[in-house]
């Protein structure tokens, strides 16, 4: 019996919280913020995380519609089944948010960065994505757009939904996989001297970025 009504007082204490906490909802970022003298927020992308990407993120606020996010993508894989899949970049975004008075809600941004890379491209084979039999190295630039929402779902802690595309401009060498230069320039031969170690280059529109992630205000 005292087993009981023990279970029936932390059953009413509980209820009680519940009914404390929904009486008194946490505070929109931007009244956080304020509070905490407007600092950072600070993410990690989850959906890169389980494929072993590192892609943490900062997030300031300049205005009630308005932010600066800066950011890198790490992949630090030498090699996926013996495919090279390292690569590193720094991205810096402009956003602007729609909902009214606030800093989350829906947004659309545009941003621009830099990129090194030694990796195998991703291609469509077959109705699925695979990796060429073949990678480049060199650097790149891009320059894009990104829409996303963020959400908050508790006093400190946010989700970022995201999507982005960009103009790549690259620059680089091709390989076979056993390291012989595989790839011709893309410069006349009449006008520039064919050259052992040929220096490439690419621009295309491609995704330069995609994810959820996790915050906290700091």
Known sequence: MRRVRL???????LLGVDTL???QPYEPLDVAAK?????PIVKLNAAYALVGVVNPQVEFRLSPHSAFQTEIVYSPWKSIDGHHMHFGIFLNEYRCYIAPERTHGLYAGVNAGMMAFDMSKPQLAG???ALQNRYCKGYGFMAGAVVGYEWQFARRWVLDVFVGFAYMHSKYNGYSMDGVVDMNPSRPEDKHPTSPDPFNSSAEWLPNKAGISIGFLL
């Open 7 to 13: 279970l029936a007082l932390i059953v009413t204490l």
């Open 127 to 129: 109705g699925h994505i």
């Open 21 to 23: 906490r929904a009486e």
């Open 35 to 39: 509070e905490c003298g407007a600092q």
